[in-house]
């Protein structure tokens, strides 16, 4: 879970500009766009999976510590000092791909290494305060007591000729993307461990990162990072191409220290504060605030789920066992200004994050942390992949997929989609009605009666199920009482035509207040 304070400035960091111009990088020179760079020494991908391999085998070192007077800025003063452009590295090449850096202190408390590939060869980037520009009011700080905290990637996104920032990583193994239209939201990780577990939560850090040079016009740029955490070093490759949506293709390698019972694979992170299904909790002049709305997941059978998010009392952890998933991911669907009437957050630009698993995962669950909140500015929900089998100690664990920061998941529409859910108590009768609303949609056809309603709970009973035309979005919207009083209900509807389903299965945790 991202901290409050760590949120804010990731978003504010990700709102700087890119300007200026630097000179390119003769072979012969030790600097390029400014940044001060090592001797040049061979690179290939298997470099990164070596080192991993070596650090599993050794007792845990973390990456040097930032200083305590770097840690002790206040956030106003961490906000005093940013990267100057001029220094831009691989700025005034033709190539695709330019990179900006961030300085360690405050909620980064590690120094990480950066290095730049080219031809097959790496230089290791040396942090200079002198690549950096500051405020009147920044403190004097040693240089010797900070250093790089990560990167952000720019490229030609919305306009050729025009370079601006599509990817960012920073913090732990956090990082996330944008697709062309959109704006930053929720965050992926590298890995998550013991997410709402019994015991504290680990967080793996990429303390080394390789980033290739990409040649003119490439829609695609490589990045390699080093993982490493008390429990398990990792190698990753990442190869990302920016576009209406930005897909990044990631290979990971994992060597567990001890075993893994509570791996979390592909992780996602966003926030859910309130919208229609908890509105009543929230005295806000808005209509909804979230960066994510629901869980959408393409099971191994085929199967369509959308579990809409929640805001709960107290963590809630669902899991959705499944063997060989199609993917999953946190989306966001409601995508007009009117569905938050927030004109400076712009919520309905948020990206949605699929994950498309390659090979087969085997059997194992997805997993959904549910935290409550009480503010925007705390991330709250987690979604990952949990292997049933533990990973063993000793071995390698490999787990490629790919990423898309999308507006629209790619397997979205091939049934009528769930666009909304609403529940509150019944006014005539006893027990608590639910409305979900489905998308117009073929499949749905226009002829209510000729579908057949499937609602089940695990505690309770269902009564009053209706479903009929909804003229306000031109698809259908069904109707159904919980009965009883159970304290927990875990609800299911699906909606069925000449022996086929025709929408997405709807699952929902009820939880009594």
């Not at 952000?152 to 944008?178: H, K, M």
């Not at 990952?384 to 000793?394: D, E, H, Q, Y």
């Not at 009666?449 to 009053?464: C, L």
């Not at 909804?470 to 009482?481: E, H, V």
Request: proline share 7%; charged share 20%; hydrophobic share 40%.
């Amino acid at each position: 879970m991202i901290d409050v304070s760590r949120r804010s400035l990731l978003a504010w960091m990700g709102g700087l500009t890119a300007l200026g111009l630097a000179p390119g990088w003769a072979e012969d020179a030790p600097e390029r766009a400014g940044m001060t760079l090592g001797a040049p020494t061979p690179f290939g991908p298997e470099l990164v999976v070596s080192r991993a391999r070596a650090l599993a085998a050794a007792a845990h070192v973390p990456p040097p510590a930032v200083s305590q007077d770097w840690l002790d800025l206040s956030y106003d003063d961490f906000r005093g000092i940013w990267f100057d452009t001029r220094h831009t590295l691989f700025r005034g090449t033709p190539g695709a791909v330019q990179a900006e850096f961030f300085v360690a202190g405050l909620y980064f408390p590690h120094k990480i290494g950066l290095n730049a590939v080219e031809d097959g060869q790496s230089r290791q980037i040396a942090f200079q305060l002198r690549t950096f520009d500051t405020t009147d009011q920044f403190p004097a700080l040693p240089e010797d007591g900070t250093g790089f905290a990560g990167f952000r990637l720019l490229g030609e996104l919305e306009a050729e000729g025009r370079f601006q920032e599509y990817a960012v990583f920073q913090g732990a193994s956090y990082f996330r993307a944008i697709g062309r239209g959109l704006a930053y939201g929720l965050s992926a990780r590298g890995l998550a461990l013991n997410t709402a577990g019994d015991g504290p939560e680990e967080f793996p850090v990429f303390r080394d990162f390789w980033i290739e040079a990409a040649e003119p016009g490439a829609p695609t740029v490589t990045v390699h990072a080093l993982m490493d955490s008390p429990s398990v070093a990792g190698a990753y490759t990442f190869k990302i191409t920016k576009g209406d949506t930005t897909v990044i293709d990631i290979a990971s390698r994992l060597f567990p220290r001890i075993d893994l019972a509570a791996a979390g694979i592909a992780p996602g992170t966003s926030m859910f504060l309130f919208s229609d299904i908890n509105r009543i909790r929230f005295d806000d002049f808005r209509e909804a605030v979230h960066d994510s709305d629901g869980l959408l997941m393409l099971n191994g059978a085929g199967e369509a789920l959308w579990r809409p998010l929640t805001n709960p009392r107290t963590v809630e952890v669902s899991t959705f066992a499944d063997t060989s998933p199609r993917g999953f991911g946190l989306m966001q669907r409601a995508r007009r200004p009117g569905d938050y009437t927030d004109l400076v957050a712009q919520y309905e630009r948020r990206p949605s994050l699929w994950v498309e698993p390659k090979g087969d995962w085997g059997q194992g669950a997805v997993m959904l942390v549910e935290i409550p909140t009480d503010k925007e500015i705390n991330d709250n929900i987690v979604a990952f992949w949990r292997p049933a089998a533990p990973l063993k100690a000793g071995q390698e664990h490999r787990f490629d997929y790919r990423l898309n920061w999308c507006a629209t998941a790619p397997v979205e529409g091939v049934v009528a989609p769930v666009t909304n859910t609403r529940t509150g108590a019944r006014v005539f009768e006893d027990g608590r009605i639910f409305t979900i609303d489905y998308a117009a949609h073929p499949a749905l056809g226009t002829e209510p009666d000729r579908i057949e309603v499937r609602v089940s709970t695990s505690a309770g009973e269902i009564s009053s199920q209706l479903l009929q035309r909804n003229p306000a979005t031109g698809g259908m919207r069904l109707d159904f009482t919980l009965k009883g009083d159970a304290r927990v209900a875990e609800l299911r509807a699906e909606l069925w035509r000449n022996g086929r389903p025709v929408a997405e299965v709807w699952v929902n945790r009820w939880v009594a207040t």
